[in-house]
């Protein structure tokens, strides 16, 4: 790795209304190396490196490649000057195939025409190299999101960039999907690529970053920091400015009566004769690797997906659930994998998503209340902390953890006896984490039984009882707590792969 900066980013103010983005926010990159930029939701870190990719305009500051000063317009000029960036939130084409997304703009022409026999192969090799499983060919639709952010990295992959901006880029893969990543990031690294990666995740920064800078309200609380001298706490205490001194609550579980059982649940071929049972008061995780049927054995649950056998039992009785609906009145929620594409209204106030699932409360004579919708909503705000002007904000203004948090409150209001938590700290900071890991331990402790399905193991197997691990639409295996590993959620997780 060499000492010397290529990518400088200096001075970088942004302003949006009301708000001061970024002030005076100086950010490097050296070739060969991979620095890490962290910091709480809010603290600028998407936006510091969208204005890199020409998405977003500085209001004052300069960025230098080599020395000389660039202008970025818009990300065509970025990827001009050898700039790739992977977006938090996915910009793929769902219509289209996944080698067509990768070179989309881009694509091998023959005689004037789109050579698609080339274009699949070359974007092939690229998901191989992955070790994705993915087919070239498959409509990107079709695809779980995971499964979507592989395509987004295979897709920066691909143009060669000699600078690469990851941001949350591993928020829904799994721990070995996870380390392959990282294993191309040390082949880019050596490459000579100079990678800038903002992650929530500080156990990965401390693998993979060679330094770090930390980000809080917008500006810089320590910069270019030497891994090796640097640890969690202290990153957090510099991302929060206070210390964090318990991220994973520690809980005596006390599981009472059966409150859900699933007996020979299918659905080929994501699901084949899945059964368990869940405890008022625990919190059961599921394990497994992409496209192992976790979320798809969720939305059979929850009526989103009709399976094609199997039956569901709620405090002993059976229920028939051919809709969203059915599962609501049968006391079931079900937190989505993308909050924003199916857990909320983005375009809708705060107090409108909080009450959607359950507008009984808020009606009078027929007709919606917008003064009991309020006060409904302002005693949820407060009840799990959301952070916003008023119930009146636009969700879509949100951060992503007072997102989360909305998502949170909507089912509460429903008052579930069983919540199904699918990846729920996707891209949300340390600080947030924390807080929502609060609100499903409060859950549990209340008498609801808990479903928590994650990628990341470590909040896995911190907050779940027992695990069930999944692997290509079968349960290979329960764990209880003490006997609940990574090495063994792993070994079960490979089960047929």
């Known amino acids: 790795m060499s000492n010397v900066s290529v990518l400088e980013m200096v001075n970088i103010t942004k302003r949006f209304p009301g708000v001061l983005a970024l002030d005076g926010v100086s950010f490097d990159l050296r070739c060969g190396e991979v620095h890490a930029l962290v910091g709480e939701n809010g603290a600028g870190k998407s936006t510091l490196m969208k204005i890199l990719n020409g998405a977003l305009q500085a209001d004052a500051g300069e960025i230098r490649i080599d020395g000389r000063p660039v202008r970025i317009p818009n990300p065509s000029a970025a990827a001009r000057l050898g700039i790739a960036m992977i977006y938090q939130e996915l910009c793929l084409a769902p219509h289209l195939s996944v080698g067509e997304n990768l ?19 070359r974007a092939q090799q690229y998901l191989d190299d992955l070790q994705c499983g993915l087919s070239s060919r498959q409509r990107v639709r079709d695809l779980g999101i995971a499964a979507q952010q592989m ?5 920066a992959l691909s143009q060669q960039a000699r600078f690469l901006v990851m941001d949350e880029p591993t928020a829904s893969l799994s721990e070995a999907e996870t380390q392959r990543l990282f294993e191309r990031i040390r082949a880019l690294r050596e490459a000579g690529v100079g990678i800038a990666y903002i992650s929530h995740r500080l156990e990965e920064v401390l693998e993979i970053a060679d330094r770090v800078t930390v980000l809080r309200d917008g500006k ?23 210390e964090i001194k318990q991220v994973y609550p520690k809980r005596e579980a006390k599981p009472g009566d059966e409150v859900l059982r699933v007996e020979g649940l299918s659905r080929p071929p994501v699901l084949h004769d899945v059964g368990f049972s869940l405890r008022r008061g625990e919190i059961l995780g599921l394990g497994g690797l992409m496209g192992a049927g976790r979320t798809e054995l969720a939305r059979a649950i929850f009526g989103a997906d009709r399976p094609t056998g199997g039956r569901i039992f709620v405090e002993g009785r059976q229920v028939r659930i051919n809709s969203p609906q059915d599962a609501i009145a049968a006391g079931i929620a079900l937190l989505t994998e993308d909050r924003k594409r199916d857990g909320l209204a983005l375009g809708l106030p705060l107090r409108a998503n909080v009450t959607l699932p359950n507008l ?3 009606l009078l004579h027929g007709l919606l209340s917008l003064r009991r919708e309020r006060q409904i909503a302002q005693d949820l705000v407060q009840r799990v902390d959301i952070r916003a002007a008023s119930v009146e904000q ?11 948090k909305v998502v949170v409150a ?3 209001l429903t008052q579930a006896r069983v919540f199904i938590f699918d990846e729920p700290t996707q891209g949300i900071d340390v600080g947030a984490k924390t807080e929502l890991y609060r609100l499903i331990e409060e859950l549990a402790d209340q008498g609801a039984g808990v479903i928590l399905i994650s990628s990341y193991l470590p ?19 329960e764990l209880s707590r003490a006997e609940a590993t990574q090495e063994r959620v792993l070994e079960l997780a490979a089960v047929g792969h």
């Open 151 to 155: 395509v987004e990295i295979a897709k």
């Open 103 to 121: 070179f989309l703009g881009r694509e091998p022409l023959r005689a004037g025409l789109v050579d698609f026999r080339t274009l699949h192969a």
């Open 459 to 477: 909040e896995l197997l911190a907050l779940s009882d027992r695990v069930l691990v999944l692997c290509r639409g079968r349960i290979t295996g």
């Open 220 to 242: 810089v609380a320590a910069a270019g920091l030497p891994i090796s001298a640097t640890s969690i706490p202290e990153l957090v205490r510099l991302m929060v400015g206070r």
């Open 360 to 362: 009984g409360r808020v």
């Open 394 to 404: 636009v969700v879509r203004n949100l951060s992503g953890g007072n997102q989360q």
């Open 410 to 412: 909507k089912w509460l």
